[in-house]
């Protein structure tokens, strides 16, 4: 993965920091078409070594149903070390916590998930992350 690269889907923004962060602002609504597109970014950017996904929701207004479930259904677990959301509201924590729920009872893995307000905040989360992570056995 090159040091920067970014990707315009829709109102959304994403871009990848090295050596291991993708970022991504949700602007608006995710449509289904949204949701394919940012699932490939998922694949591309983990597909090589797990990423950190900061996702910032502060500006998100909406998720279709069908992406969520796209989303759900089709995303992979080997492509993150951590999903940590900025500014996620009482229902997007709610939904991001329903995924994992439903990962669980269906015997799929869940991807754990922290909720924090700032850019700041999901950088010492990654920090303290990275050094449990590179620690363990």
Not at 43 to 57: C, I, M, N
Not at 97 to 108: C, E, P
């Amino acid at each position: 993965m090159p040091q920067r690269r970014e990707w315009s889907i829709g109102t959304h923004h994403a871009w990848f920091e090295s050596p291991d962060v993708l970022w991504m602002k949700i602007r608006g609504a995710t449509s289904l078409e949204d949701a394919i597109a940012i699932l490939e970014v998922y694949r591309e950017a983990g597909s090589q070594h797990p990423v950190f996904l900061v996702t910032d929701l502060s500006e998100a207004t909406s998720v279709d149903l069908k992406a969520r479930d796209h989303i759900s259904w089709n995303v992979r677990l080997e492509w993150f070390r951590g999903v940590i959301y900025i500014g996620a509201g009482l229902m997007q924590r709610a939904v991001a916590s329903s995924m994992t729920f439903l990962h669980s009872v269906t015997g799929r893995p869940a991807i754990v998930q922290h909720f924090v307000s700032t850019e700041n905040e999901a950088r010492a989360l990654i920090a303290k992350e990275r050094s449990l992570l590179d620690n363990s056995p």
